[in-house]
C-alpha cells in the first residue's frame, strides 16, 4: 500500500549509542518531516525537508541529524543517545504546498536506557 | 509564533451521544487544517482536511468546521460508537513559504457502552 513507512518500529538504545530511523514514502512527496510526541506536550518538528538535497531544523534539533538524498527516503540519525530523546519519533510527508494534508507513518517506539 | 490548543484534554460520553471536539488557534493566517485520530500506540490517520478557502468539511458522521476570524475549528461526530474511541488532535499549517504545521495536544475521547 501506497504511504509512509517507517523502520524499526521498536527500538532500545545505551546512553551514547547512534542509531538511523528510517522512514521511506513512495508518493513522490517534496515535503516530509521528522516530529517527535511525548506526554503532554503534543508533536514537536525535529527537522523538514522541501526536496531532495535541501532539509531545515524545526523546533527541537539538537540531537539529531537528518539528510535527504532521494525524493522517497529521509534517515533521521541520533548521533549519541541520551534519555531525554526517549519518545516515539513520526515521519510524516505531503506534496507540494501540503495541499491534500500530512500522511504520517506509524512511529517508532525509541527508549534509551 | 502560532499555537494551537485543545479543550477538553479529555471526554467520556456514552454511546449514541452526539459531540463536538474543540480546536483554536492563534494565528488565522493558516493555509489549512486538518483532523487527526490516534489509536493507542499507533500512527496518525487522517479524518478531514480543511483549506483556508472552505467552511466546513464532510466525511461520513464526522463534520468539521473552521472559522479563521475567530481563531476556531469543531470536529462534530454524530451518533458516536464505543469504536470512536481515540485521542483526537488537530494540525494547522501556516500560509507561510513552507507550511509549519503546528499540532495540538489532543481529546482523549472514550466513547462508553
Known amino acids: 500500500n501506497a504511504g509512509v513507512t517507517q523502520t524499526p518500529k521498536f527500538q532500545v538504545l545505551k546512553t551514547g549509542q547512534s542509531m538511523t530511523l528510517q522512514c521511506a514514502q513512495d508518493?513522490?512527496?517534496?515535503?516530509m518531516s521528522w516530529y517527535r510526541q511525548d506526554p503532554g506536550m503534543g508533536l514537536r518538528l525535529i527537522h523538514y525537508s522541501v526536496g531532495a538535497g535541501i532539509t531545515d531544523q524545526g523546533e527541537v534539533p539538537n540531537g539529531y541529524n537528518v539528510s535527504r538524498s532521494t525524493t522517497e527516503d529521509f534517515p533521521l540519525r541520533l548521533l549519541s543517545a541520551a534519555p531525554s530523546q526517549t519518545s516515539v519519533y513520526f515521519c510524516a510527508s505531503s506534496s507540494s504546498r501540503a495541499f491534500y494534508g500530512y500522511t504520517f507513518g506509524s512511529g517508532t517506539r525509541l527508549t534509551v536506557v | 509564533k502560532q499555537e494551537v490548543t485543545q479543550i477538553p484534554a479529555a471526554l467520556s460520553v456514552p454511546e449514541g451521544e452526539n459531540l463536538v471536539l474543540n480546536c483554536s488557534f492563534t494565528?488565522?493566517?493558516?493555509?489549512?487544517l486538518q483532523w487527526f485520530r490516534q489509536d493507542p500506540g499507533k500512527g496518525l490517520t487522517s479524518l478531514l482536511l480543511?483549506?483556508?478557502?472552505?467552511r466546513e468539511q464532510t466525511s461520513g458522521r464526522l463534520n468539521a468546521s473552521l472559522d479563521k476570524s475567530s481563531g476556531r475549528s469543531t470536529l462534530y461526530i454524530a451518533a458516536s460508537q464505543p469504536g470512536d474511541s481515540a485521542t483526537y488532535l488537530c494540525a494547522v499549517a501556516d500560509s507561510g513559504g513552507y507550511q509549519k504545521v503546528t499540532f495540538g495536544t489532543g481529546t482523549k475521547l472514550q466513547v462508553i457502552p
Open positions: 494565528d488565522s493566517a493558516i493555509y489549512n
Open positions: 508518493m513522490n512527496h517534496e515535503y
Open positions: 480543511i483549506q483556508s478557502s472552505q
